[in-house]
T-cell receptor, first 112, second 114 residues
Framework: DGGITQSPKYLFRKEGQNVTLSCEQN?????MYWYRQDPGQGLRLIYY???????QKGDIAEGYSVSREKKESFPLTVTSAQKNPTAFYLC???????????FGDGTRLSIL | GENVEQHPSTLSVQEGDSAVIKCTYS??????FPWYKQELGKRPQLIID?????GEKKDQRIAVTLNKTAKHFSLHITETQPEDSAVYFC?????????????FGQGTILTVHP
């Protein structure tokens, strides 16, 4: 959906390096989410935030960090502690009452 | 936490046939069930959703049914077309403070042969 912008589309990480994935939305949604998708698998929740300056761990938060300083932005940092970072990362927003989650186009992260 | 199982993992049909994908969930508190379609390399797109106060919902060729007692819900696609070929994901969510925290099934690869 055009209101959720993820960048970059492709990202390569060197060993020991932290990388940050950007997610911006102009839909005025309160809630934002980060999911990881591995080939042939469903989406797994990494972190989510239902309000500015607050966020909660999802099912696979280890090795990741987030911040929510603005309503529009929810960046995800993949730290060097995440030993298997290669995946397709999807950001979503919405999810409140009568607000289904809608997704950005994703960032594909690979290891160099 | 919530667990969502989706079957089948792959489904192959002829154009014009119907396709049915089934999901079961574990947490009886779940009350929102969306279905997403994902084409290769693209974002998942919401195609239909249902809330627990409704047993069935239709949108043109797509319908979803919900059986709260049995804790399962299904996606029905009629008169399938080649452009329906994609991966379909079901999901479940609990209301209240965790509203919107979706748990996804593993996905069904649907192939519609012309």
């Amino acid at each position: 959906d055009g209101g959720i912008t993820q960048s970059p589309k492709y990202l390569f990480r060197k060993e020991g390096q932290n990388v940050t994935l950007s997610c911006e939305q102009n839909l005025n949604h309160d809630a934002m989410y980060w999911y990881r998708q591995d080939p042939g698998q469903g989406l797994r929740l990494i972190y989510y935030s239902q309000i500015v300056n607050d966020f909660q761990k999802g099912d696979i938060a280890e090795g990741y960090s987030v911040s929510r300083e603005k309503k529009e932005s929810f960046p995800l940092t993949v730290t060097s502690a995440q030993k298997n970072p290669t995946a397709f990362y999807l950001c979503a927003s919405g999810g409140g009452l009568n607000q289904p989650q809608h997704f950005g186009d994703g960032t594909r992260l690979s290891i160099l | 936490g919530e667990n969502v199982e989706q079957h089948p993992s792959t489904l192959s049909v002829q154009e014009g046939d119907s396709a049915v994908i089934k999901c079961t969930y574990s947490d009886s508190a779940s009350n929102y069930f969306p279905w997403y379609k994902q084409e290769l390399g693209k974002r998942p797109q919401l195609i239909i959703d249902i809330r627990s106060n409704v047993g069935e919902k239709k949108d043109q060729r797509i319908a979803v049914t919900l059986n709260k007692t049995a804790k399962h819900f299904s996606l029905h696609i009629t008169e399938t077309q080649p452009e329906d070929s994609a991966v379909y994901f079901c999901a479940a969510s609990i209301g209240g403070t965790s509203y919107g925290k979706l748990t996804f099934g593993q996905g069904t690869i649907l192939t519609v042969h012309p």
